[in-house]
């Protein structure tokens, strides 16, 4: 083989790792983005239901949530899903301002490891491009040289042409082009 081939070979294998690589980095992010996702999803469940609940209470009860006794009629709605534990209720609200701070960071870790996707995922195109590009040239060059001209015979038709051109007083490029 000869040395441009084995560069091409080299440089397309170098392609393919570079390619997997970028697809394992952005499966690894997707994947992360769906987990968050859920996560949110269902914080927004359990977020909704709050509002619902707390807005029950205003009509109904004319009770504020907000106030230290909301937790408490809160926790009174709640005792048969939970099995009358009160404690059980009342820790949960507590909680939930902690949920909401990691609703926050989520969302905050989306928004910075969105441009780091949107970057890899232009990188495996572009890389896809080469790729496709270098098979290409690859499958060219063995055409090439099955018909028998290999690197060396193109050397001397590119040199013959250069001095036909220079024969006929073109430039260099204009007799390549009229090939």
Same mark, same amino acid.
């Given at each position: 083989?000869?040395?441009?081939?084995?560069?091409?070979?080299?440089?397309?294998?170098?392609?393919?790792?570079?390619?997997?690589?970028?697809? +394992?980095?952005?499966?690894?992010?997707?994947?992360?983005?769906?987990?968050?996702?859920?996560?949110?999803?269902?914080?927004?469940?359990?977020?909704?239901?709050?509002?619902?609940?707390?807005?029950?209470?205003?009509?109904?009860? +004319?009770?504020?949530?907000?106030?230290?006794?909301?937790?408490?009629?809160?926790?009174?709605?709640?005792?048969?899903?939970?099995?009358?534990?009160?404690?059980?209720?009342?820790?949960?609200?507590?909680?939930?301002?902690?949920?909401?701070?990691?609703?926050?960071?989520?969302?905050?870790?989306?928004?910075?490891?969105?441009?780091?996707?949107?970057?890899?995922?232009?990188?495996?195109?572009?890389?896809?491009?080469?790729?496709?590009?270098?098979?290409?040239?690859?499958?060219?060059?063995?055409?090439?040289?099955?018909? +028998?001209? +290999?690197?060396?015979?193109?050397?001397?038709?590119?040199?013959?042409?250069?001095?036909?051109?220079?024969?006929?007083?073109?430039?260099?490029?204009?007799?390549?082009?009229?090939?």
């Amino acid at each position: 083989m000869t040395l441009k081939f084995q560069s091409l070979q080299q440089a397309h294998t170098l392609l393919l790792r570079d390619i997997e690589r970028a697809k +394992g980095l952005k499966n690894a992010i997707d994947s992360d983005l769906d987990k968050v996702m859920k996560r949110e999803r269902s914080i927004m469940k359990y977020y909704s239901w709050y509002k619902s609940l707390t807005r029950e209470l205003r009509d109904e009860y +004319g009770l504020d949530i907000r106030e230290e006794l909301s937790t408490f009629a809160k926790a009174i709605s709640d005792f048969k899903g939970y099995e009358y534990n009160v404690l059980d209720i009342i820790n949960d609200y507590k909680e939930l301002k902690s949920v909401r701070e990691e609703i926050q960071i989520i969302q905050s870790m989306l928004e910075m490891n969105r441009p780091a996707r949107d970057k890899l995922l232009k990188e495996i195109e572009f890389l896809e491009e080469k790729r496709i590009y270098s098979i290409q040239s690859m499958n060219t060059f063995e055409e090439l040289q099955k018909r +028998g001209l +290999g690197l060396k015979e193109l050397k001397r038709l590119f040199s013959t042409l250069v001095e036909i051109s220079r024969a006929n007083n073109l430039p260099d490029n204009e007799a390549l082009q009229r090939c």
